[in-house]
């Protein structure tokens, strides 16, 4: 039977006891370092190169100088009180050419801050690809080649071998349905291509091949008796119902999960193969003779086990029953309220939808792997940061997420999407999601209001959020 619906509005009860609260970030997007201590290029090096290709010419050469400032950034974490920090690898700098050589100390800076997160009492949840693919692989065919599968296990095989005794929680990929979509159809993103509908199908379907690998070559690698689990992190494209009526909530549902074959912005087609063991049926038809021959002999070996689904949700679009029984995605009125991407209209009801749909599809564990706003943030004249919006849509947003929990999703962690402010791809360092302000010329660090109610929402174990509580928060000052 599935979870029925709370009535509309707050949680109606706190969260778990065992909740675990968290932050996340990027290594491209704030690391820096790019050619230091043995690193090799990534094709997001190599696309900031490209000219007009991010804004007013950005690159992540510096970003945060997180390689160097870690310890800083640490000490952050830990003030926050988070018990759980999502970050990335950077593949290459591990293997600077993607596969073969090691570089040992791309291996110690990251001991070096798997053991920082230790003595914080911090667990880290490791992703082992965040969008920066080697160059060197790229060159050999990328996604497009059927090798990469290989390859992409192959490097999570070191990872785990190496670092698996500091790191528990594994996430294969971030996204690949933004990084397919968005840097191999529209060239918006790194590598910056534009495919035709086919070869696109097949990096596409190569990526989720590698995912599975890897899943396969992490098992592999870890100590037995280690705990290790696996995830994958995914881009929810959420429907929410624009009433409570019955309709209007299968009519969402069955949207949410739809493939049209006019873009890979969509769920199913990514997570069907690898959670079901088959693509769905109505991409295959809507695809048509674009899918390649492989799908269906791979079908078999892209299923493997995972013990969490990572669900990254920012927004959702609403949606009812039409007249003629369809579900009809509704469009936003005008001056409908959004944050400073226009991608993101204000919708802390995805937490609830998208959680909901999700585990009554796929029967997994959940963890919130991002979830957070851009807003235009600039230091004021008392020296602080007051970003409102922000921390308006985290309550709201978390008390949608309590409603999840409370009707019995099995929502195990939330990891606010993002510490620092960073380097946001193409547009550059225009867009601030941290709940931390950085100041890109001194790199100084400013902790905002939202890092303060985030600390008080830890505290309280979410009670903070549902406006039952508040805690004293330690006093932050600026790093």
Known sequence: MSPQPSARGPAQAGFPDDFVWGTATASYQIEGAVAEDGRGPSIWDVFCKKPGAVFEGDNGDVACDHYHRYAEDVALLKQLGVKSYRLSLSWTRLLPEGRGRVNEKGVDFYKRLFDALAHAGITPMVTLYHWDYPQALF?????????????????ASLAVSRLGDRVKLWITQNEPSIYIEVG???GVHAPGLKLGMSDALTAAHNSMRGHAEAVRAIRAAAKPGA?????????????HPVSDAGDDIEAARASMFAVDGKTF???????DPVLRGSYPEDGLRA???????????????????????????????????????QPEVMPWPP??????????????????????FMYERYRLPLSITENGISTRDQVFLDGQVHDPHRVDYLQRSLAELGRAIHDGIPVRSYHHWSLLDNFEWAEGYKQRFGMVYVDFQSLRRVPKDSYRFYQQVIASNGRAALGETKVPVTQVTPV
């Open 335 to 356: 001056g409908y309220p959004r944050s400073g991407v226009d991608w993101q209209p204000i919708v802390p009801q995805a937490l609830y939808w998208g959680s909901r």
């Open 227 to 239: 705990a290790t689990q696996v995830g994958c992190a995914f881009a929810l494209s959420v429907r």
């Open 287 to 325: 695809y048509g003779t674009d899918v390649p021959k492989e799908l269906e002999k791979d079908a078999a070996q892209m299923k493997q086990p995972v013990d969490f689904l990572g669900l990254n949700i920012y927004t959702s679009k609403g949606c009812r029953r039409s007249a003629g029984g």
């Open 265 to 271: 912005i969509n769920n199913a087609w990514w997570m």
């Open 139 to 155: 060159e050999k065919g990328g996604w497009l080649a059927r090798d990469s599968a290989s390859w992409f296990a192959d490097y």
């Open 184 to 186: 191999h159809v529209t």
